[in-house]
């Protein structure tokens, strides 16, 4: 089977902006994707940097965008990548690039140590060893899954944008810990993650879970965590107004009331951060999307408030 690879390629000793090349080579019915890279570097370019180790998807070192999407290059097999014999490979995204694939992980494990990925025992010398629930640890155990590849970083639209954000591989590994019944300072911790740069930065847009090769689902870890730091009061915060503001308003009518939710998130009594909404409203009038002060109820809404109120129900008794 014959192939083509587009590579990537930026060398900073020689490049001065990144440049694709192409390598047409051979290939097994079932080699995967770093099967043929290393086949290029090994007949045709030895120059060629990129990170590979275990080839079993348990490493996560060869975490790489191909065609596009953050994979691991080792579990992905080039008949499911190069339907019509093209495979675009590029360093994964979010991260600086060091050679041509090669990205500096520097970034990222700041952020993973930034959480303190320990746990946290009793002040007290235990008086005999501590046995975990399962029932506790079966939560626990998905986001043990994780090999710390860096594939949803790659593509977390919030990094991308702001690279002070924790990032969704470093708040899926705090909830390891704040799910482990043995840890004992998770008052700390939460409080810690509700602060700027955490789990209320997240914009829900969903590629980490995508992006993630063993099903981490590193979002609904950072949605774990925002319902942990609610329970332990941690409710002054923007982001805890805005999903409340949300949930009342498609309670209320049926669909969101999107004046009252801005309003509602900075809080009614917040006069400096309405004030500042007043240039943003000024140009969401000016091209027509200003909110109606006057919303109507849909069609439908008793039905959608008998849900909400069957949800909260089941919420108080479990």
């Given amino acids: 089977m014959q192939v083509t690879y587009r ?27 770093l099967d043929g890279m290393i086949k290029i570097r090994e ?20 975490a790489m965008r191909v065609n596009g999407e953050p994979r691991l290059m080792c579990k992905t097999r080039i008949r ?31 952020k993973v140590r930034a959480v303190k990925p320990w ?5 007290a010398k235990p008086e005999r060893e501590y046995l975990a629930p399962n029932e506790a640890m079966r939560e626990v155990v998905g986001v043990v899954a994780c090999i710390m590849c860096g594939a949803c970083v790659s593509d977390c639209t919030v990094w991308e944008v702001d690279p002070n954000f924790l990032g969704p591989a470093a708040l899926a590994k705090a909830y390891r810990f704040v799910a482990d019944p043995r840890n004992t300072d998770n008052d700390e911790r939460l409080k810690s993650l509700t602060e700027y740069t955490g789990i209320w930065d997240c914009t829900h847009c969903f590629y980490c879970v995508q992006a993630c090769p063993k099903d981490v689902a590193p979002m609904e ?8 730091a609610i329970k332990h009061g941690y409710t002054d915060h923007n982001g805890v107004r805005h999903s409340d503001s949300f949930a009342q308003s498609v309670k209320d009518s049926g669909s969101l009331n999107e004046g009252r939710l801005a309003v509602e998130t900075q809080g009614y009594l917040n006069l400096p951060a309405l004030i500042g909404l007043a240039p943003v409203g000024l140009r969401a009038l000016k091209a027509g999307k200003m909110p109606s002060p006057l919303h109507h109820k849909r069609p439908g809404a008793s039905q959608v408030k008998r849900i909400f109120n069957e949800l909260e129900k089941e919420e108080k008794t479990t």
């Fill in 80 to 110: 499911d990548a190069a339907p019509e014999g093209l495979v675009k490979v590029e360093p994964m995204g979010n991260l600086p690039v060091v050679k041509d694939l090669v990205v500096d992980m520097g970034p990222f494990w700041q």
């Fill in 43 to 62: 007949e045709q370019d030895g120059s060629l940097a990129l990170r590979c180790s275990c080839r079993a998807a348990i490493c996560g070192s060869c």
């Fill in 7 to 33: 590579i990537k390629r930026f060398d900073p000793e020689v490049d001065k902006t990144p440049r694709f090349q192409d390598f047409t080579l051979q290939v097994g019915e079932n080699d995967s994707v």
């Fill in 221 to 228: 870890r950072i949605l774990a965590l925002r319902r942990e």
């Fill in 119 to 123: 746990l946290e025992p009793p002040a």
